[in-house]
């Protein structure tokens, strides 16, 4: 949609515009969306039934919003999507610092523009891509950067006194007149700097250096918030979250297919490595999961949450270590091995805190014993269970691989092993393909060497066999087996 061609004050008037505050704009964009039946929110998974009803009735209301959740739960996301709620076009006084509405101005040069050119004033227009102001709340944010101060290099270019209002330098707020304004992490704003917002929110005053301006801002605010910030850094002084409309709790996925819908949309992997790379469905559940085991573990710290971006990270690792085999084997396609699985390590390492107990035992091993429980939550989703070895005489499904193992026999899997050589080496362990087909639940024929990788790391997993890593790779052996053997 174009800009509007209307330049002046009294075209303005001619086209017949009525003024409207920001939640009206909000509030009857959303009534049209909800009537077509179109998505309120892009993009956003998870928060059908939950978070964005929420969302609309704060924004019919006319509130401002707080929302609180761990991190990566899309809160910025959602903020930053709200202006595509808004009118396309609104028009404003050209030159005017505060977006001052030509027919309804509030600052004082507004005023006086108004006054001295009348219907000759000039008019501009702002897109709503436009009207959206963010600001990161850090311990070092002033009074001055979010209201504003005196400005003396202004006193002095202008031969003003200080006490003149004209000398005053407003802040972000100020100049998010007519706008969207989002503080993240709130908490983090020392509790004197969040009392200034106090007569902002509802007296709409500001209050710069003795002096008090009325300035009937109309500002959309949304705050975001980690709960965890109310323990550890800081917290929201109880009158400001009085004045605050609606809090609104976010959450993480609720299940593997909605997580993954997140990972494919957030990892941005392009078309070219998409048709190189093949990624088994069982892959994708097995990298979703680990994320689960990690909001679950003794060993990470769950009051700061496991971010999405750990799943995406991880994912993006994962397709990466592929095309690093796809290099160096000088092939035209591979798919992702379970061998590729150690290439995502470094990606689980920097998104997760550690409680005492991983700390005690290092960052490493907790991302492998996350892997390892998601492998043992997967299997019995496509496979039977693998039981802990006991002195029981029923036989068990897996036998047959233990055996082997036990005959002295052992399989490596590296990097460097090409497509058909993994394979071949895979194939060599009697009985195992047929194994994968009869017994699982979900078969994808294409996706059956991986299968028959998670079944041997499963029964390593439990006990049954050894695994070890090995420069490139992995390598199972059973090596009770091969002792008895060499004796």
């Known amino acids: 949609m174009t800009k509007p061609p209307i330049r002046n004050l009294k075209e303005l008037k001619q086209s017949l515009y009525k003024p409207k505050t920001i939640q009206e704009e909000l509030a009857q964009n959303l009534k049209a969306r909800i009537q077509k039946e179109q998505n309120t929110f892009e993009g956003i998974y998870g928060y059908d039934h939950t978070v964005i009803p929420n969302l609309e009735r704060a924004l019919l209301s006319g509130h401002n919003i707080n929302l609180m959740g761990l991190r990566g ?9 709200m202006t595509q709620l808004l009118d396309p076009w609104i028009p404003f006084i050209k030159g005017n610092e505060l977006n001052d509405d030509p027919l309804n101005p ?48 202004k006193a002095s ?71 965890e910030d109310y323990t550890n850094r800081g917290s929201i002084v109880t009158p400001l979250k009085d004045r605050i409309g609606s809090q609104i709790l976010t959450h993480y996925p609720n ?22 790379i093949y990624v088994p469905k069982i892959a994708l559940d097995l990298l979703e999961q680990i994320s689960f085991e990690a909001r679950t573990s003794e060993y990470v710290d769950n009051r700061s949450g496991v971010s999405a971006r750990l799943s995406i990270s991880a994912y993006q690792n994962l397709i990466s270590t592929a095309e690093r085999r796809l290099l160096r084997s000088k092939q035209e396609t591979t798919e992702i091995r379970l061998s590729d699985f150690l290439g995502i390590i470094s990606a689980i390492n920097g998104k997760i805190e550690l409680a005492y107990e991983g700390e005690q035992i290092g960052p490493e091993k907790v991302a492998f014993q996350l892997l390892n429980d998601a492998i043992k939550t997967t299997i019995p989703k496509y496979f039977p269970p693998i039981k802990k070895i006991t002195k029981s ?52 024929k294409r996706d059956t060497l991986f299968y028959a990788e998670i079944i041997l790391w499963g029964i390593s997993t439990y006990g049954k066999i050894s695994r070890y890593q090995i420069r490139g790779g992995l390598r199972f052996k059973d090596s009770l087996g091969s002792f008895i053997n060499r004796l």
């Open 393 to 444: 005489d029923n036989s068990d499904p897996y036998d047959f691989l233990v055996n082997w193992f036990l005959d002295d026999h052992q399989l490596e899997l590296t990097d460097l092993m090409t497509d058909h050589q993994r394979a071949e080496a895979l194939k060599n362990i009697p009985g195992l393909e047929s194994f994968v087909i009869n017994k699982s639940k979900k078969l994808n």
């Open 255 to 276: 299940n593997l297919e909605t997580a993954q819908k997140i990972t494919l949309q957030e990892a941005k992997i392009s078309t070219e490595r998409q048709r190189k």
């Open 106 to 153: 509030i600052s004082n040069q507004g005023i006086q523009t108004v006054d001295q050119k009348g219907d000759q004033t000039p008019v501009d227009w702002m897109h709503r891509s436009e009207r959206f102001f963010e600001k990161l709340a850090t311990p070092d944010v002033s009074v001055a950067d979010l209201i504003g101060d005196i400005d003396p290099i």
């Open 157 to 227: 270019r202008l031969k003003l006194t200080y006490a003149d209002e004209r000398v005053i330098h407003f802040g972000m707020i100020p100049r998010a007149h007519r706008c969207i304004f989002i503080l993240n992490e709130l908490p983090d704003l020392q509790a004197r700097i969040q009392v200034s917002l106090f007569s902002i929110l509802q007296e709409k005053e500001v209050q710069i250096r003795g002096f008090k301006i009325r300035l009937p801002l109309n500002i959309f605010f949304v705050f975001t918030a980690n709960p």
């Open 73 to 81: 739960q899309a809160k910025t996301r959602i903020a930053r999507q």
